[in-house]
């Protein structure tokens, strides 16, 4: 089944959900800021596995302290729901803590942050 790309319009109004994540040169794409090489692998790790189950394959940019993933449906020369669905993904696996309550203590290190800067 061929997927359709989303307009301009659609792209913007489903970014309105996913923060930090921008549209550009026919891709979204979002960087997490890490507090150093190992956490690094474990985010790429996390995508790949993701990515892997949904058979939906994101381009990443791996560097120390640095992860910038780009996401384009490439059968649909566009950007598609398939696109934003796994962005949801990332951004919940990236940017997960234990809540409030939680039996979990979660790690004092900064870990993954978000990147305003591309």
Known sequence: MAETPLTDAAIAQRLADLPG?????????????????P???????AI?????AADHHPDLDVSWGRLTVRL????????T?????????????????????????????PFVTPSDTP
């Open 21 to 37: 994540w921008r549209h550009t040169d026919g891709m979204i794409r979002r960087t997490f800021k890490t507090d150093g090489w």
């Open 72 to 79: 384009r449906t490439h059968s649909a020369r566009g950007i």
């Open 48 to 52: 790949g596995f993701y990515a892997e």
């Open 81 to 109: 729901a398939k696109d934003f669905e796994l962005a949801g993904l990332i951004e919940r696996a990236a940017l997960w803590r234990p809540g409030a309550g939680s039996a979990l203590r979660g790690t004092p290190k």
């Open 39 to 45: 956490t690094t692998l474990m985010l790429v790790n």
